[in-house]
């Protein structure tokens, strides 16, 4: 006699397979050797139990495939051939897909609720054969914690940004039947200042100097380029990455190679970018205005917020005492201040622009700069030297020096 039972609590305690999972839509070669590849993670410690066996065949379903495979493919596990191998990573190096691959590789190691430290070695090195940049695997991991500990706020990120292609990972989303769109608007306040501190951990240097400016290693600069790409926005052409525009730079000097047939930038090898026209392109992504980026990169506490007053554009009212090493943001723009006077201003709160060079409006909202060799300047270096894009005086009407500001410019 069946016991109902058992038929249902084995039928139910699982779902039969992922819907829309990007795997299904490769070849059928291609789909073997994906799962032969899940396999050897499936026996890197020695055991085959029964729910890493059970993943195997969810996603022999969600590939459309025959179960019939699925000893073949655990006896694949067990027995692996040199020859298969080497072409699992013929077919996934370097491919986007093999974004989702490691998920799901990643999902293997965790069946037995007991993590190898043999299935994570096997797992790195996979990643590391398939050439996916450590940043990536970083953030595959990371949606990986997320989705298992049904984090959906903080795995959104990874759903709507260059940080991973979306397109390999909906499918998990309408297995735990979360609402996409929906999860998107309760979370759109939150992502991008999740992504910009993911972003400037990755940030390699930011110089000391009076002209700072931000340099970014290249891979961290490719996911984005690349989700550029994706959404048609950047095209490559005979060597060069083709921004909108038309503003284009040469692969080769970013250290970038291209597959044509995936239309996917690979690392070829590690450089540092400070080409303005890409970093412009990175800065732009983020569709934030300036000063959130830089309460990012440089600490909300490091920057003291100035408002031009309404009776003088000459005067600046700042929200706290200035302190030595803080910025000075003015409605988008971001100031050092060079201590080059007779006086400074450390411990004001209000500061004055000089009375013969440019006010603070006339450079914010006019884009007015101080001009050297007009005869302003040359009275004022006459008396003292001045090296920033906005003078300071002591008072309204008082012209000695207290320093200058100078735009913090990053491209």
Not at 36 to 58: H, T
Not at 151 to 161: H, N, R
Request: with cysteine; hydrophobic share 35%; charged share 30%.
């Amino acid at each position: 006699m069946l016991d109902i039972l058992d038929i249902i609590n084995e039928a139910t305690k699982e779902a039969n397979s992922f819907e829309n999972h990007a795997a299904k839509d490769l070849s059928l070669e291609e789909r073997l050797l994906y799962l032969q590849g899940i396999a050897l993670v499936m026996n890197a410690d020695g055991v085959i139990n029964p729910e890493e066996k059970e993943f195997i065949r969810i996603l022999i379903k969600s590939f459309e495939m025959d179960e019939s495979i699925l000893e073949s493919v655990v006896e694949f596990a067990q027995c692996p051939d040199k020859d298969t191998v080497q072409a699992f990573f013929r077919t996934f190096r370097r491919r986007p897909i093999s974004q989702l691959f490691l998920f799901d590789a990643l999902v293997m190691t965790r069946r037995d609720e007991n993590v190898d430290e043999r299935e994570k070695a096997v797992v790195d090195k996979i990643a590391e054969q398939l050439e996916v940049l450590k940043g990536t695997y970083q953030d595959i991991f990371d949606l990986f914690c997320h989705i298992k500990n049904k984090d959906w706020e903080e795995s959104s990120l990874y759903f709507s940004s260059h940080l991973l292609n979306p397109e390999y990972f909906r499918h998990l989303l309408d297995y735990y039947e979360v609402d996409f769109e929906g999860l998107l608007e309760r979370t759109k306040n939150i992502r991008n200042k999740r992504v910009l501190e993911i972003f400037k951990s990755r940030v390699s240097s930011l110089s000391e100097s009076n002209e700072m400016k931000i340099t970014l290693n290249n891979d961290v600069v490719l996911p984005i380029i690349q989700s550029g790409i994706d959404r048609g926005e950047v095209k490559v052409f005979m060597g060069k990455i083709i921004f909108p525009e038309e503003k284009e730079c040469e692969l080769s000097t970013v250290g970038f190679g291209y597959h044509q047939e995936s239309k996917s930038l690979y690392l070829v090898n590690d450089e540092n970018i400070s080409d303005r026209i890409i970093i412009s392109f990175v800065s732009n992504y983020f569709n934030i205005n300036n000063i959130e980026i830089f309460e990012v990169l440089f600490d909300s506490n490091n920057i003291i917020h100035g408002e031009i007053d309404k009776e003088s554009n000459r005067k600046l009212k700042l929200s706290t005492n200035f302190e030595n090493g803080k910025f000075i943001a003015i409605s988008n723009k971001l100031f050092q201040y060079v201590n080059n006077g007779k006086y400074d201003i450390f411990g004001n709160d209000e500061i004055y622009s000089s009375k013969i060079g440019v006010d603070f409006y006339e450079y914010i909202y006019q884009e007015k700069k101080n001009e050297k060799g007009t005869m302003a300047s040359l009275i004022s270096s006459s008396f003292f030297s001045r090296d920033g894009d906005i003078d300071l005086d002591y008072g309204l009407d008082d012209q000695d020096s207290k320093g200058s500001l100078k735009e913090v410019d990053l491209l």
